[in-house]
């Protein structure tokens, strides 16, 4: 099991290096992108999240873009690599639950692909979510803050010393194993 975790992803050059420098020859990689939860069915059926891989060396053939009206058809595909960027933690795991396609998530990444998360995809991965209340507006609702339970922990994605009190109260209540992810700073987690 591996899981690459950023706060920025593709957006830092730090990032993107490690991130790209962890997979396997990128031109085939094959790779599953979930995009967030702004995602409408024109922009997944659109170039957008293609071509933004593309930026990255990613083969257009190699890419699958996951639709939320449809998660049934990205079972069982034959991929490298899981990706999932930046944007409202709360809605990002809402959406992955009332769709079930966090099991497949799961599977996937215990079967040996490649977990990319950048801020909200890196967050859904740890034990739980609560912690993220003061940055991410929970806008939907969502009661479960169980992440998906493949960090051992929880992370707090774009840290300054601005959020360090709110780590230190993490820090003891000693529930989870806390770590920190600055903007330019990559975790790699292998099991």
């Known amino acids: 099991m591996k899981l690459i975790l950023t706060s920025t992803d ?58 939320y009206e449809e998660p049934n058809k990205f079972k069982n595909l034959n991929i490298d690599a899981i990706y999932i960027g930046g944007g409202n933690t709360f809605s990002m795991l809402k959406i992955l639950k009332d769709t079930k396609f966090d099991k497949e998530i799961i599977k996937y990444v215990k079967n040996g692909v490649t977990y990319i998360g950048g801020s909200a995809g890196a967050h859904i ?11 991410d507006n929970n806008s939907v609702g969502l009661n479960d803050y169980n992440g998906l339970g493949l960090f051992d922990g929880i992370l707090f994605c774009h840290y300054t010393d601005d959020r360090k009190k709110y780590v230190d109260d ?3 209540r000693n529930k989870y194993n806390v770590s920190i992810l600055r903007d330019d700073e990559t975790i790699i987690y292998e099991e």
């Open 125 to 135: 991965v740890t034990k739980n979510i609560k912690h993220v209340l003061p940055f």
């Open 10 to 67: 593709f957006l830092t050059d730090n990032s993107r290096n490690k991130i790209l420098s962890e997979l396997k020859d990128v031109s085939k990689c094959k790779i599953l992108y979930i995009p967030n939860e702004n995602a409408t069915i024109e922009k997944i059926k659109s170039n957008k999240y293609y071509d933004r891989l593309q930026e990255y060396g990613f083969k257009r053939e190699n890419i699958y873009v996951f639709n």
């Open 170 to 172: 993490c820090k003891k």
